[in-house]
């Protein structure tokens, strides 16, 4: 006699536990009044060139910290600390991103004031970091005017999980003949209405429009979660 | 490549349910996969049967089955829930209505097992 295989429905997110750390982490920024902003992009955007510039620029004002995943190095968490904010590296060894529960281990034993802004710079990787919820409040997908105008068609996933899409090293624009138009249609596309933001580490341009975002993001976000 | 972890995540629960269950044998795990969640589907076949080696005996025969689930929004112009053209142009199949308001389409999810 063969038996006959019973089928039991269970739905339940696979990525549940990540979900249910990232709820926690969410409602503990929230009770300290914390806006958390996670970074995404391909290795070599500039992600760690343009926190180091927010983080400085944020720091007279407000009390400021930033997380930074890294495979294999703190090179970059060393780079950041010359902003002279407390800089926190998370190394993930093989892991390709960044998972609700290395940010709440990194923020353990780590004695930090009662923060206006957390910083997230998640390991560069534009696939994988879109299936986990770090528990941020705002997540900014950037890209370089060096990767081609049509990177949001080819990783449309990680531009649909963010909230802002900013565009970097336009300092370079003319040089790589950027099309500024194809890459805003192309962000269009697959996230409508996504805020974009152009700036250069480099020459400095852009930055206060996208700290006036910040802020306004901030004000917003504080402003919801009053309610 | 993060596929190969959630492969294990997927075993870890398929276990847990089936000593919930009292089951000997997992069979089948029923998969919704959706276009955004982020993960590639054969990616995670493959990471499954990889995972699936060193999962405990109770789920070294099971298989893994994905049921894609579509990409669909609310359109702002037709008043109801409606298909999106693709994850690269998001808006409307009826009217090309460009809607970020998705409805479905980040699932990643089990929802059935098969126990024997």
Redo the contacts between chains.
């Keep these: 006699m063969t038996a006959t295989p019973r089928l039991v429905e269970v739905r339940q997110h696979v990525l549940k536990q990540n979900d249910v750390t990232a709820r926690a982490l969410r409602e503990r920024f929230r009770e300290a009044g914390t806006f958390v902003v996670s970074l995404v992009s391909s290795p070599g955007t500039g992600k760690t060139a343009f926190l180091e510039k927010v983080l400085s620029a944020l720091r007279d004002r407000y009390l400021v910290a930033a997380l930074v995943g890294d495979l294999a190095t703190d090179n970059d968490a060393v780079r950041l600390a010359r902003s002279q904010v407390p800089v926190k590296q998370i190394i993930t060894g093989t892991v390709c991103h960044l998972e609700a529960k290395m940010v709440e281990s990194a923020l353990t034993d780590w004695s930090l004031p009662k923060l206006d802004y957390l910083f997230i710079e998640n390991v560069g990787n534009l696939v994988c970091p879109s299936s986990y919820d770090l528990g941020e409040d705002l997540r900014l997908v950037l890209i370089s005017v060096t990767e081609g105008e049509d990177k949001p068609l080819k990783y449309p996933v990680i531009f649909n999980t963010a909230d802002a899409a900013i565009i970097t090293k336009i300092d370079l624009a003319a040089a790589v003949e950027f099309d500024a138009a194809t890459a805003w249609t192309s962000i269009q596309s697959v996230r409508p209405g996504m805020t974009v933001l152009e700036v250069s580490t480099k020459t400095g341009e852009g930055l206060v429009k996208f700290l006036d975002f910040l802020e306004a993001a901030k004000v917003d976000h504080l402003r919801e979660r009053a309610r | ?2 596929e190969l ?2 492969a294990v ?2 075993l870890e ?1 398929a276990e847990e ?1 089936a000593g919930r ?1 009292g ?1 000997a044998r997992v ?2 795990v029923h ?1 919704k996969l959706g ?5 590639v589907r054969e990616a995670l076949l493959s990471a499954y049967d990889l995972a699936r080696e060193s999962a405990p005996p109770a789920l070294t025969g099971s298989e893994l089955r994905i049921e894609a689930t579509p990409l669909r929004a609310n359109c702002p112009t037709c008043r109801r829930v409606v298909a999106i053209v693709s ?5 409307c199949a009826d009217c090309g209505t ?3 308001d ?1 409805v479905s389409g980040n699932e ?9």
């Design positions: 490549m993060h972890s959630i995540s997927i629960m349910e269950q089951a069979t089948a998969l276009p955004l969640s982020g993960v994850v690269q142009h998001q808006c460009p809607t970020p998705v990643l999810e089990v929802f059935a097992l098969e126990f024997l």
